[in-house]
């Protein structure tokens, strides 16, 4: 089974930027579109960011409007690794935030079509 470990979540003020990293195991990372999510506190898990390609491999990114203009998200599959750059950060944005693959180059934005996930890392806005 693909592992997905997450790293860089933290705590930061208003307007903050935090990059959070998801390592992959596995050796067909390159195949299978990529996702991250967020759980806030007495809140569902939704979702945020989404990476995938066309046919011939050209990457494509889907982002929630709450997080579009603010975040973004890619990989670098040489390194089995994906990110999500977080800039001006809001209190709202505070969440457990997790990375997840399918098994599929095309991309979701639904919790049930992705395969694996993360443990999840803690991202904290707060002044």
């Known amino acids: 089974q693909v592992q997905l470990v997450e790293s860089g979540g933290g705590l930061v003020q208003p307007g903050g930027s935090l990059r959070l990293s998801c390592s992959a195991s596995?050796?067909?990372?390159?195949?299978?579109?990529m996702g991250w999510f967020r759980q806030a506190p007495g809140k569902e898990r939704e979702f945020v960011a989404a990476?995938?390609?066309?046919?011939?491999?050209?990457?494509?990114?889907d982002y929630s409007d709450s997080v579009k203009g603010r975040f973004t998200i890619s990989r670098d599959n040489a390194k089995n690794t994906l990110y999500l750059q977080m800039n001006s950060l809001k209190c709202e944005d505070t969440a457990v935030y997790y990375c997840a693959a399918r098994d599929s180059r095309i991309g979701s934005r639904r919790l049930n079509e992705f395969d694996y996930w993360g443990q999840g890392t803690q991202v904290t806005v707060s002044a």
């Open positions: 596995g050796r067909t990372f390159s195949r299978k579109a």
């Open positions: 990476i995938t390609w066309t046919l011939v491999s050209t990457y494509y990114s």
